[in-house]
């Protein structure tokens, strides 16, 4: 059982920074391929970035791509995703997840819900215009 709390979620003005950070259980954490994505009322959830075991390779979505940094820190499971120069669209709940059966990260692949095996609750980040 992996268990994900998000936090640093809050309101910002456009052109503003937001750091997120996600914490996970589990004595493995070196093994997880870790993502982020986003639901904005009434959307499906979707991909924002990704990271590999190592935190060697990252994929984003287009349109965070240049804004957005994922990284992590295995020594204290912790998965964090800096938002820079945010948009009124970027408004949405931020949920990380945790994949634990991939062998490999791969990008196309690791884009995909389907993929990941645990979520956390969630966080709102909501900028203003």
């Known amino acids: 059982q992996v268990q994900l709390v998000e936090s640093g979620g809050g309101l910002v003005q456009a052109g503003g920074s937001l750091r997120l950070s996600c914490a996970a259980s589990?004595?493995?954490?070196?093994?997880?391929?870790m993502g982020w994505f986003r639901q904005a009322p009434g959307k499906e959830r979707e991909f924002v970035a990704a990271?590999?075991?190592?935190?060697?390779?990252?994929t984003y979505a287009d349109s965070v791509k240049g804004r957005f940094t994922i990284s992590r820190d295995n020594a204290k499971n912790t998965v964090s995703l800096q938002m820079n120069i945010l948009k009124p669209e970027d408004t949405a709940v931020y949920y990380c997840?945790?994949?634990?059966?991939?062998?490999?990260?791969?990008?196309?692949?690791?884009?995909?819900?389907?993929?990941?095996?645990?979520w956390g609750q969630g966080t709102q980040v909501t900028v203003s215009s």
């Open positions: 997840a945790a994949d634990l059966d991939s062998p490999r990260f791969i990008a196309n692949i690791h884009h995909r819900k389907a993929v990941y095996d645990y």
């Open positions: 589990g004595r493995t954490f070196s093994c997880y391929v």
């Open positions: 990271i590999s075991w190592s935190g060697g390779s990252t």
